[in-house]
């Protein structure tokens, strides 16, 4: 089972920068696709920013060009850096990661989430 732990959330003004990251532990064979995801008070759940295991990179549309997806397989570890940040970008933004289990088993696990507030 993969346990996930997410950190770098935090008030920033508007225009200013956060790094979140999101590191995985326990016992799988390869982790295969790892995303953002954030859910702003009263409304669904939508995706950021996912990575798959070739790097390849898929933003939403709203923070395309703000917004930058990264991971570190050794680490075990993906990362969101947001520039730019506007109002609207506000939310609890969860990790999500999914993985090859031991026994072998697609699995896709949420982290706890992250609140990002950005306020003047």
Same mark, same amino acid.
């Given at each position: ?7 770098? $959330?935090?008030?920033? +003004?508007?225009? &200013?920068?956060? =790094?979140?990251?999101? %590191?995985?532990?326990? !016992?799988?064979?390869?982790? /295969?696709?790892? $995303?953002?995801?954030? +859910?702003?008070? &009263?409304?669904? =759940?939508?995706?950021? %920013?996912?990575?798959? !295991?070739?790097?390849?990179? /898929? ?11 990264? =991971? ?49």
């Amino acid at each position: 089972q993969v346990q996930l732990v997410e950190s770098g $959330g935090g008030l920033v +003004q508007p225009g &200013g920068s956060l =790094r979140l990251s999101c %590191a995985a532990s326990g !016992s799988f064979f390869s982790i /295969n696709a790892m $995303g953002w995801y954030r +859910q702003a008070p &009263g409304k669904q =759940r939508e995706l950021v %920013a996912t990575i798959n !295991s070739g790097s390849r990179t /898929n933003y939403a549309d709203s923070v395309k060009g703000r917004f930058t997806i990264s =991971r570190d397989n050794l680490k075990r570890t993906v990362y969101l850096q947001m520039n730019s940040l506007k109002s609207e970008d506000t939310g609890v933004y969860y990790c999500n990661v999914g993985y090859l289990s031991i026994w072998s088993t697609d699995v896709e696990v949420w982290g706890q989430g992250t609140l990002v507030s950005v306020s003047s």
